[in-house]
Nanobody, 115 residues
Framework: QVTVAESGGGLVQPGGSLRLSCLVSGDTFGADIAGWYRQVPGNSREMVATTGPGNSATYADSVKGRFTFSRDYARKTSYLQMDSLKPEDTAVYYC?????????WGQGTQVNVSS
C-alpha cells in the first residue's frame, strides 16, 4: 500500500510564491511520482505537471515558466515550486503516485491566490 500526502498550500497574494510538497510513504519500492494536478469545485481535475526522469517534467501551458517540479529521492518527496501566482491558480492541488499499474492520490492541499 502506498500513501500520498500533500502539504504546503495556503493563502497567498497575486504574484507570490508557494512550494507544495508530496511525501510518498508505505510500500514505496518501485513507486514513483507521476505528476501534480489541480481541481476547482465543479471542474474536472487538470494536469499541472507530469514528471519524467530526475527533475524533468512537462507542464501545462497555463503554468509553464512559473511552476517548477523537483524531487528528493532520498526523502521520497517531490515538490512543486509555484511562482508568480495568479488568482486563476486557486485550486486544490493533488500529487499522483504510481506503483505498477495502480495510481495513488493524496487528499490534496488548498491553494488560494487572492488579494
Amino acid at each position: 500500500q502506498v500513501t500520498v500526502a500533500e502539504s504546503g498550500g495556503g493563502l497567498v497574494q497575486p504574484g507570490g510564491s508557494l512550494r507544495l510538497s508530496c511525501l510518498v510513504s508505505g510500500d514505496t519500492f518501485g513507486a514513483d511520482i507521476a505528476g501534480w494536478y489541480r481541481q476547482v469545485p465543479g471542474n474536472s481535475r487538470e494536469m499541472v505537471a507530469t514528471t519524467g526522469p530526475g527533475n524533468s517534467a512537462t507542464y501545462a501551458d497555463s503554468v509553464k515558466g512559473r511552476f517548477t517540479f523537483s524531487r528528493d529521492y532520498a526523502r521520497k518527496t517531490s515538490y512543486l515550486q509555484m511562482d508568480s501566482l495568479k488568482p486563476e491558480d486557486t485550486a486544490v492541488y493533488y500529487c499522483k503516485a504510481i506503483h505498477g499499474w495502480t495510481s495513488y492520490w493524496g487528499q490534496g492541499t488548498q491553494v488560494n491566490v487572492s488579494s
